[in-house]
């Protein structure tokens, strides 16, 4: 019953995530249509809003086992999901049962579909109304793209948050850091604390003068943490260059997540702040997100010999970090698998991957994949070596068998390539 209906849910509303940019539905008043119908539960959340081109899923998932850790009912909302559509809506760690996702649609599909709505504001509806109805103490969501237009801005949250900004969906966001930071920063809400993950001298005006015209005072979270050592054993000092906490262990241990530390520590400080406690859970949230919350694909161990990770970063921004820690790791030869959908921006993204790789490339299977032979075509005349497979699953075989115990095999370029992958090994 419940696999039937997610197929028919599947088919019938349009994914982003799938087909791209027709299935992006401009406005909020779809969203509050179906609100309405199911009692708009997102007037009964305590939310922590985060927005951002990069690092929003680890920040969300970061703050969410800090709430955990504090004693917290926490609900949880991110997008896309890896293997399971019910990722996405957690609370304390635990998906949505099939019970509970049943029973919404059996109530309230037949008024959905009058309304047409787009799978991310149905996922929305579902998820607002799964926290209302099982009373969180604070929710903690994501958003799904952009920000100003974007179906999760309908909440009123304690705080809001941007990660960073940099170039990506410039057909629907805007084709200038500035533009796409005025999306963002729509998240920001009159008198409501805002959390800026980095500075960016493009979208940094953008956010102050907008959070000035809210009265939403404006925290820079570059300025005030720094993070030294190794991720598996860090410091984290504040801005007088005190240390706060020391042997701090990150279970995802890719080198851009110090920016979603520092991120996720200002984030921390508001909440308590917000909604004070005298238990200080920071350390142990940090080395629990992954427990806590489920968090799969960011800098993701699979094996050991070799040496195999995946991570879903697949923009220029979180390419390029992945791709300079991966480069400077020691290794007999590195060897990635490798695929793209077909509406990112491949040609900025071909020069930062490393020539002396091996590639193994594919196409996830969904429309918005780009054809194997035509990224492969793409990489050859950047002088790298890709061979092409008919799936992810053939090319990770592949490069498997290929790898001596020495050699880093890595899987990425998007999240469809690690989802399906993660799917297959589970």
């Not at 170039?167 to 999306?183: N, P, R, S, V, Y």
Request: aromatic fraction near 8%.
């Amino acid at each position: 019953m419940y696999k039937s209906l997610l197929e028919e849910i599947f088919h019938a509303y349009p994914m982003y995530h799938k087909i791209g940019s027709a299935a992006y539905k401009e406005g909020l008043e779809n969203i509050e249509a179906l609100l309405n119908i199911v009692g708009n539960p997102e007037k009964k959340l305590k939310a922590v809003h985060i927005a951002g081109t990069n690092g929003k899923g680890s920040v969300a998932h970061l703050t969410a086992s800090y709430c955990q850790e504090r004693g917290l009912k926490t609900g949880l909302f991110t997008s896309p999901h890896l293997v399971d559509f019910r990722e996405r809506i957690r609370i304390n760690g635990d998906m949505i049962t099939e019970e509970q996702v049943l029973d919404f649609f059996n109530r309230y599909k037949p008024e959905f579909d009058k309304l047409e709505p787009s799978f991310f504001e149905m996922t929305t509806a579902l998820a607002f109304w799964h926290f209302a109805e099982q009373n969180v103490d604070v929710a903690v969501v994501e958003v799904g793209l952009g920000g100003r237009l974007d179906a999760t801005n309908v909440l009123h949250p304690l705080l809001s948050v941007i990660t960073n900004i940099s170039l990506e969906h410039t057909q629907l966001l805007g084709d200038t850091i500035a533009k796409i930071a005025f999306e963002k920063a729509g998240i920001i809400k009159k008198d409501t604390p805002v959390v800026v993950g980095e500075f960016h001298p493009e979208s940094f005006p953008v956010f102050t003068d907008i959070a000035e015209k809210n009265n939403a005072p404006l925290f820079l979270a570059e300025d005030n943490y720094t993070i030294n050592g190794d991720l598996s054993d860090c410091a984290i000092l504040d801005v007088t260059g005190k240390t706060l906490y020391e042997h701090v262990e990150l279970p995802i241990q890719g080198e851009y997540q110090r920016k979603n530390l520092r991120t996720f520590l200002q984030v921390a400080d508001l909440l308590d702040q917000l909604m004070p406690t005298d238990k200080d859970v920071t350390v142990e949230a940090i080395r629990n997100v992954v427990k806590n919350t489920g968090l799969m694909g960011r800098w993701q161990m699979l094996r050991h010999e070799p040496l195999t990770i995946c991570d879903v970063g697949h923009n220029v921004g979180g390419l390029s970090l992945t791709m300079k820690q991966l480069v400077a790791m020691p290794c007999r030869q590195l060897r990635i698998v490798f695929g793209m959908v077909a509406d990112k921006d491949i040609e900025h993204v071909l020069p930062l991957l490393p020539q002396q790789a091996v590639y193994y490339v594919s196409q996830a299977h969904i429309e918005r994949a780009l054809d194997g032979d035509q990224l492969a075509s793409r990489m050859s005349a950047k002088g790298l070596q890709p061979r092409v497979y008919p799936s992810i699953h053939e090319a990770f075989r592949a490069a498997q068998s290929d790898a001596a115990p020495d050699d880093i095999v890595f899987v990425g370029g998007s999240c469809f390539v690690v989802g399906e992958l993660l799917q297959e090994l589970k």
